[in-house]
């Protein structure tokens, strides 16, 4: 059957070698998201399937710049830093040497942060409204 030969496939093959990954890609954010007052602290969520193999790391890049040092064998981030404006992230996987092996697709995404009103528009209180308007005078 397929998935027989697949599976002697990869049983057969060097660690490494020619190896792909089903699922590669980064699923939270998600493309074209936007996400709202995160406090310059982004969660990222990656999917990959099969498992990551023994000798495999994660890389995660946003803005074209890794989140950690060195590759890792998580699939969850938080990474600081992430200001308003657009983003995108990718997922790598890399080799012992840190040779890239496969990569994601980049998502894009969108940081924004919501505006708190310094003083009331409208109140049904007059008194009110008089000293709010005093204290943006």
Same mark, same amino acid.
Do not use: K
């Given at each position: ?17 020619? +190896?792909?990954?089903?699922? =590669?890609? !980064? !699923? ?18 990656? %999917? =990959? ?41 990718? !997922? ?17 995404? +969108?940081?924004?942060?919501? !505006?708190?009103?310094?003083? +009331? ?5 007059? =008194?009110?409204? *008089? +000293?709010?308007? %005093? *204290?943006? %005078?």
């Amino acid at each position: 059957s397929a998935s027989a030969s697949a599976q002697g496939g990869a049983a057969g093959t060097a660690e490494g070698e020619a +190896f792909q990954y089903d699922t =590669l890609e !980064v !699923v939270s954010p998600a493309e074209e998201e936007t996400l709202w007052n995160i406090g310059t602290e982004l969660s990222v969520s990656i %999917a =990959l399937t099969p498992s990551l193999r023994p000798a495999h790391r994660i890389q995660l890049l946003v803005d074209g710049q890794s989140v950690t040092e060195e590759p890792v064998r998580a699939t969850q981030f938080t990474v600081g830093g992430v200001y308003r404006g657009t983003h995108t992230a990718v !997922v790598a996987i890399v080799d012992s040497d840190g040779a890239t092996l496969q990569q994601s697709e980049p998502v894009t995404f +969108f940081v924004r942060q919501s !505006v708190q009103p310094r003083f +009331f528009l409208c109140c049904t209180d007059g =008194l009110r409204t *008089d +000293f709010l308007r %005093a *204290d943006i %005078a």
